[in-house]
């Protein structure tokens, strides 16, 4: 991401922007992107956003706002923020992994699940049921690289594995 100007995020028909407008540091270490969220033009303004005290994760390289049905868009924040476009709700949920690194690796839709891969942790929400559950790892043990979806109801995680000093593989059942 270019962190001199801001950066944008629509969905396919435009209609629900969000803008990752400047990069901040307001702790030694702590780093995000201070961020607003339109719809059809319109700052929304909602308890769940937090623009003043919360901002969007440093590194959206892999980011994806949208769901593959157009119905869900993610706000990338510690606690995940997922907008429902056709009833117009938020929905907020709890800070997924209890301890380790909650760097943002990336996140994908499948089958109406956000699946949300952290360095420390997998996190899935059902997008019907608004439930979330999470795969955690010590944070002395292991660090995510990536994770993709293998066969129907599977996930491959590709990982370094911090105590053996070597890089691994793991199957998860979605």
């Known amino acids: 991401m270019i962190l001199d100007r801001p950066n944008i995020f629509e969905n396919k ?91 943002f690796v990336k996140n994908f839709f499948y089958e109406n699940k956000l699946i949300i891969i952290y360095r420390n942790g997998v996190v899935v929400i059902d997008l019907n049921f608004n439930t979330i559950r999470s795969l955690e790892y010590a944070v002395d043990s292991v660090f995510i690289e990536d994770l993709k979806i293998t066969n129907k109801g599977e996930m491959e995680l590709d990982y370094r594995d911090l105590k053996r000093m070597e890089f691994g593989k793991k199957i998860i059942k979605l």
């Not at 803008?19 to 339109?38: H, I, L």
């Not at 390289?61 to 938020?90: A, H, L």
Request: with cysteine; glycine share 6%; aromatic share 18%.
């Open 13 to 103: 028909n435009k209609k629900v922007k969000l803008v990752a407008e400047s990069f901040e540091e307001p702790n030694v270490g702590r780093t995000f992107w201070k961020y607003k969220f339109y719809v059809e033009g319109d700052l929304v303004i909602n308890s769940f956003l937090k623009y003043e005290n919360e901002g969007l994760f440093d590194n959206l390289t892999s980011f994806i706002f949208e769901s593959n049905d157009g119905c869900y868009v993610y706000i990338p924040k510690r606690k995940p923020v997922i907008y429902n476009v056709s009833k117009d709700k938020f929905k907020e949920f709890k800070i997924p992994l209890k301890e380790g690194n909650l760097d």
